[in-house]
């Protein structure tokens, strides 16, 4: 028996996989503006029937975002590995969903957990450090306000300890094992001198 959060966390290159979004209101946009915080070139196609002018604004800002503006079709999840729907309409997520399924492509549905294969957690971003944060679907206002407290906790110097921690690596000499007793030696110590 699972207890707690049982879900993967996982990071995903989002310029390498092709995202549909269904809806192109507040939650489309929304959905897109979390997408492109994590990858300014992700592949995404946008189906609706109408667009906020935001959205319109964010595609002209970047060559790898398509509108489609019409209802959605069953072809639109010809190619797509992940699909986000964010309309108001229910039933459409549904049947949206299961086709998706029979395709294999995994499925976020915008505030309904239950029929989602995946969720959109919070991230926080320090250079090249991401830390992601998931509530298991029950709380994104706690995920949020968490965000706030690591953005504020995490110094900007983040990313510079990681590059020195990375020509450290790079110079040490031996296998995998040796590397990562030698880095956690090196990291232990910074934390024992309250150097971090």
Not at 13 to 20: A, E, F, V, W, Y
Not at 95 to 102: D, F, G, H, T, V
Not at 149 to 162: F, I, S
């Amino acid at each position: 028996m699972t207890v707690g959060n049982s879900l993967f966390p996982v990071f995903l290159k989002l310029n390498q996989i092709q995202t549909l979004i269904v809806g192109g209101g507040n939650v489309g946009l929304e959905k897109l503006d979390a997408l492109l915080r994590n990858d300014h070139e992700a592949n995404v196609t946008i189906v609706a029937k109408r667009f906020k002018a935001e959205i319109r604004h964010r595609q002209g800002l970047s060559g790898q975002i398509k509108l489609i503006e019409r209802p959605f079709r069953k072809s639109d999840l010809k190619g797509k590995d992940l699909v986000i729907l964010a309309t108001d309409d229910h039933a459409l997520h549904v049947r949206i969903r299961s086709l998706a399924q029979k395709k294999h492509v995994l499925v976020n549905v915008a505030d309904t957990p239950g029929l989602c294969d995946f969720y959109l957690g919070s991230t926080v971003k320090k250079g090249d450090l991401k830390i992601g944060i998931s509530t298991n679907g029950k709380s994104p206002t706690f995920s949020r306000r968490l965000k706030e407290v690591l953005n504020e906790a995490l110094p900007d110097e983040t990313e510079l300890l990681l590059r020195n921690l990375k020509v450290i690596r790079d110079r040490l000499k031996g296998d995998f094992s040796f590397k990562v007793k030698a880095l956690n030696s090196i990291t232990k110590s910074l934390i024992d001198r309250n150097e971090i």
